[in-house]
């Protein structure tokens, strides 16, 4: 079974720098998992951060980047604020129509 | 702008179906692929299903596999679920989801707000 696996929970200082990432339990995540990103917050949809690994969706700040690190997929935060305190959320596309969810990170600015 | 708009949650016993419909305007419908997200209480996101812009081929995650259809009518901009032999592990909100492309699955590029399934006697 494939598992996509996220920090459960990460903190990050006001003005700090936050990578969060993105395992494949199969393999190396690369650009053809199409990697994207997703915050959350409580009783709202997602919202679209990133996708295809790097491009930032119309209206997201340029402090949010996201790459491919080593193996793994990564979103990163550069001068975190405080209503970036959400749950996150990475996506690969594994092929044949599949899309995977990891269990998504909860990130706490203070 | 892009409106996608969820119906047909509600509270279904164990083994029961539901229906459940997203309506999509302010876009072209019939050329992009949809998908089914769902989030179960105090979980996570988890994909349920894609349907390619003509319908033609269809996808599911294991856990609905063989219980879940997802459908869609490019005459009226709708997209469908219907959920049989309902669990109560399938309790969720669930949302659609337009996809940025036809054929496959790219990411999610467009959230409806999303319907409450409730599973439970």
């Known amino acids: 079974q494939t598992v996509v696996t996220q920090e459960p929970s990460f903190s990050v200082s006001p003005g700090g720098t936050v990578t969060l990432t993105c395992v494949l339990n199969?393999?190396?995540?690369?650009?053809?998992?199409?990697p994207s990103w997703y915050q959350q917050t409580p009783g709202q949809p997602p919202r679209t951060l990133i996708y295809?690994?790097?491009t930032r969706s119309p209206g997201v700040p340029g402090r949010f980047s996201g790459s491919i690190l080593g193996n793994k997929a990564a979103l990163t935060i550069t001068g975190a604020q405080a209503d970036d305190e959400s749950d996150y959320y990475c996506?690969?596309?594994?092929?044949?129509?599949?899309?995977?969810f990891g269990g998504g990170t909860k990130l706490t600015v203070l | 702008q892009v409106q996608l708009v969820e119906s047909g949650g509600g509270v279904v016993q164990p083994g029961g179906s539901l229906r459940l419909s997203c309506a999509a305007s302010?876009?072209?419908?019939?050329?992009?692929?949809m998908h089914w997200v769902r989030q179960a209480p105090g979980k996570g996101l988890e994909w349920v299903a894609f349907?390619?812009?003509?319908?033609?081929?269809?996808y599911y995650s294991e856990s609905v596999k063989g219980r879940f259809t997802i459908s869609r009518d490019n005459s009226k901009n709708t997209l469908s679920l219907h959920m049989s032999s309902l669990r109560p592990e399938d309790t969720a909100v669930y949302f659609c989801?337009?996809?940025?492309?036809?054929?496959?699955?790219?990411?999610?590029?467009?959230w409806g707000q999303g319907t409450p399934v409730t599973v439970s006697s």
């Open positions: 996506v690969l596309y594994l092929g044949n129509g599949i899309s995977v």
């Open positions: 295809a690994t790097d």
């Open positions: 199969s393999g190396s995540v690369s650009s053809s998992h199409y």
């Open positions: 989801a337009r996809d940025n492309t036809g054929e496959h699955p790219h990411y999610f590029e467009y």
């Open positions: 349907i390619r812009y003509d319908g033609l081929y269809k």
């Open positions: 302010g876009f072209n419908f019939s050329p992009y692929g």
